[in-house]
């Protein structure tokens, strides 16, 4: 037959729609620190400010409560994503694979032709020669600076990038934000150029954890031994190197022994091994085998599929298992409670402490008593801007009666993030309550709010006032 009549159409790469999503993920990672309205970024853990600001909310850090939120939130989504699809964070978000895919076949393979092609990976350059000598000079040159932009990149969720070009201007003045930028950029430089896929296997604490959270259904890549043969046996020994010596044992068995699976690989494992913690889900060798069975007129034997769907051939794999719907449910609830605690957020905080002393009852010189009760507020300004503060007192319904505040006067400027103590006098003519035996605690509501604000800029806190007995009133009179 025909060759070309034998083969058949050979989807896009998975090569080239991860290239696609790593240049979405760069530019949203870049672009992400730079968003911001009225001075609240989309992201930021400010460490001048001591503030996490997400989603344009500002947190203050007595405010971090969010930030546990956000850590499970990021844990479950990766496991929750590793239960389903295996270490695919691994092949299409870890900035480890991005930047070595940048590096290796980038700028190394298709800038400067130091390496001859993208699909073999284990085929290092001859280093003996002068031009590849020159070639890999520029290589780690262009990573250098990349490495910089990278770990800048970085700091900009911490410090905002307008203010880091500002200290940039005298680095010496912080000496502790370059000082981090140079150590990540000097360890970048150390783990793409030379640790490269090492880190993968043997550093990266998310290999070991990954093959205890599989289950049948996962989606990883697999070479199927049912229709391929079985190059390795149980015991990891690799049995056959040419498709003949397979099919003397297997007369069915597909694979070509061509080896383009192993050669591609860039953590150097063979996938007809079966899963092995190498792994790193990029696909590369479901493209290349693609290609190779494609030209025969076959499908892959290595494809993204689970255990149950290829090996155990049980029938299609289920996505929406219970632990993944678990997972999701989690996940789901962790963002409406994120999401609750954000829209509840206030705009300043505020502690109401009552002083030791319960009241004082006073004759004043026209004859009319007053009750005080005192209090230290403690407040914090947590916008960006000095305000003014006042407050309001609230009585339940049930009381008739008036209560003032006799101190402070008038509002008082608070600045940003310093806490202002306050001691706050309040004061009533009335009679509140009448009781000839005990002293009265009479609920009440601390409304504090800053000129200008009142709406936005508001918080109430629960106290009491502290109403004496009628004897105690009678024998001041
Ligand atoms: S076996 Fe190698 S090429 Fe295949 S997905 Fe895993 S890491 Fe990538
Ligand atoms: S690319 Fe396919 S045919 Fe070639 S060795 Fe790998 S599994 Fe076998």
């Not at 960006?384 to 009666?401: A, H, Q, T």
Request: aromatic share 12%.
């Amino acid at each position: 037959m025909d060759k070309k009549n034998l083969e058949i159409e050979i989807p896009q790469p998975w090569r080239i729609k991860r290239y696609y999503f790593y240049a979405f993920i760069t530019l949203l990672i870049i672009i992400l620190p730079w968003i911001q309205i009225n001075e609240s970024y989309l992201f930021l853990l400010s460490f001048d400010n001591l503030k996490l600001h997400f989603f344009f909310v500002e947190f203050d850090m007595q405010e971090l409560y969010l930030l546990p939120f956000l850590i499970m939130v990021v844990f479950l989504g990766i496991f929750g994503m590793t239960v389903m699809g295996g270490r695919v964070f691994c092949g299409w978000v870890c900035p480890q694979t991005i930047f070595r895919v940048i590096y290796r076949d980038l700028i190394e393979t298709k800038l400067l032709k130091l390496r001859k092609r993208i699909k073999n990976k284990q085929l290092e350059p001859d280093m003996s020669l002068m031009e590849n000598k020159v070639k890999k000079t520029i290589a780690v040159l262009i990573w250098i600076v990349l490495s910089f932009i990278a770990s800048s990149n970085l700091v900009w969720y911490f410090i905002p990038p307008v203010d880091y070009f500002e200290y940039l201007k005298n680095p010496m003045d912080h000496i502790i934000i370059f000082g981090t930028v140079l150590s990540m950029a000097l360890f970048l430089i150390y783990d793409i150029i030379f640790l490269q896929e090492d880190y993968c296997i043997y550093v990266c604490p998310y290999s070991r954890v990954q093959s205890v959270l599989y289950d049948d259904h996962t989606i990883m890549a697999l070479y199927n031994t049912n229709r391929g043969g079985h190059i390795y046996d149980e015991h990891k020994v690799k049995q056959f190197t040419s498709q003949e010596d397979i099919q003397a044992k297997e007369p069915h068995a597909e694979c070509t022994a061509c080896e383009s699976c192993v050669t591609v690989c860039p953590t150097h494992i063979d996938i007809r091994k079966g899963l092995q913690l190498e792994c790193i889900n990029c696909l590369e060798c479901v493209d290349a085998c693609t290609t190779v069975m494609g030209k025969l007129g076959k499908p892959s034997l290595v494809t993204w599929s689970s255990n149950h769907e290829i090996i155990d051939q049980k029938g299609k794999t289920k996505y929406f298992r219970p632990t993944i719907l678990a997972y999701i449910f989690l996940l789901v609830g962790l963002i409406i409670g994120m999401g609750y605690i954000g829209s509840n957020k206030e705009h300043m905080l505020l502690n109401v402490n009552k002083e030791n002393r319960l009241y004082s009852v006073k004759k004043e010189s026209n004859g009319k008593i007053h009750i005080d009760n005192a209090y230290e507020f403690l407040l914090q300004n947590t916008k960006n801007k000095e305000m003014k503060f006042f407050f309001e007192v609230i009585l339940p319904k049930d009381i008739n009666g008036k209560i003032e505040i006799v101190k402070p006067k008038k509002a008082f400027t608070v600045v940003p993030h310093i806490k202002k103590k306050k001691i706050v006098v309040l004061r009533t003519y009335d009679t509140l309550v009448s009781d000839d035996r005990h002293d009265t605690f009479i609920p009440i509501t601390i409304k504090a709010y800053a000129i200008g604000h009142e709406n936005e800029i508001v918080v109430f806190r629960k106290s009491t006032f502290t109403y004496p007995r009628s004897d105690i009133i009678k024998a001041k009179q």
